[in-house]
């Protein structure tokens, strides 16, 4: 997201130092004036809530090592140890390019309907504690309507899912990684455990029973000696990007250039063929009539080839 690697900013700078100055500069002032004390522009503005035991959730500017910039959503919340004294924070940032982009879209095209996506976290114990949440930030509890104390060290991030997208995501899987796969929190969490870094597609459901659709992302916590103890399921509300992506086709083909929806389908080597695109979204940005590129050419030859070259080195 940032394209820096860890040994570049690893004990060498803070968060403050990857957000646009201004912005903390403006916090700064801005939790002066609210919390009615001085508060010094740089990480402490960043993290001060946090460090009196209020999670906090701001939007903040991030910058990139080429210098280019996109904005975020920040989450910090602050680590204790037995004895609850701070022993550090943790400050998840989303990237929040969609988002904005959906909100102008949806404000372009005309309808009101996007709910805000915030970017929620909860942090669920390993599988020998069957996975209960042990973080549920502010965040979550606005998206969900649940308070922490409603599931923190009760429930599992599966019982907030949809039971039968579980239940598929565990036979996929299943068949993906040719292992048994129990549905609930083992399906969650599967590939984050054997060190894959996960993000899929899930229908959350909220304490009052309405659901909508969220993208988690899973990432297994270790300590020192690389043992898993825990995991990170960030779920970000994708409402907004999925009411954007429908305006957008009803509005016409050519509003975005991100409009368009290929597909294909995989198949094994000796059917290379059939990997090829087989559907296709509405081709008038992109120039091809359906009949030039269904079952000719895949969604790769499409796209930019030094993209495709740097995503796969990635």
Request: hydrophobic share 40%; proline share 7%.
């Amino acid at each position: 997201m940032l394209g820096y690697a860890a040994a570049e900013v690893m004990n060498k700078i803070t968060p403050a130092d990857i957000s646009d100055p201004q912005e903390v500069i403006a916090r700064a002032k801005a939790l002066s004036v609210e919390l009615g004390t001085p508060i010094t522009p740089g990480f402490e503005a960043l993290v001060f809530k946090a460090s009196r035991g209020i999670e906090d959730i701001y939007e903040l500017t991030y910058i990139r090592k080429d210098g280019s910039r996109f904005p975020a959503v920040v989450s910090v919340t602050a680590l204790r140890d037995a004895q609850d004294a701070i022993i550090g924070y943790l400050l998840i940032g989303t990237d929040n390019t969609a988002r904005k982009q959906a909100e102008e879209a949806l404000l372009k095209a005309g309808p009101c309907r996007a709910r805000s996506s915030t970017a929620p976290t909860s942090r669920a114990s390993p599988p020998t504690r069957e996975g209960v949440i042990q973080i549920f930030n502010v965040g979550a509890e606005r998206m969900l309507g649940y308070a922490a104390a409603d599931v923190m060290n009760k429930i599992t991030p599966a019982d907030i899912s949809d039971p039968q997208e579980v239940i598929a995501r565990a036979k996929a899987l299943s068949v993906e990684l040719g292992t048994p796969i129990t549905p609930g929190f083992e399906a969650l969490v599967f590939k984050a455990s054997r060190g894959i870094e996960d993000i899929y597609e899930l229908t959350y459901i909220r304490k009052d029973g309405s659901r909508f659709p969220a993208v988690v992302s899973v990432t297994a916590l270790r300590d020192a000696q690389d043992a898993i103890i825990g995991y990170l399921l960030i779920g970000t509300d994708n409402t907004a990007r999925k009411q954007a992506e429908e305006a957008l086709l009803k509005a016409g083909p050519c509003r975005a250039r991100s409009s368009t929806a290929p597909t294909s389908r995989a198949s094994p080597p000796t059917r290379r063929a059939s990997s090829r695109s087989s559907t296709s979204g509405p081709s008038g940005c992109s120039g091809y009539a359906a009949a030039e590129v269904m079952n000719k050419i895949t969604p790769a030859d499409i796209s930019d080839p030094q993209e495709v070259i740097a995503r796969a080195k990635r």
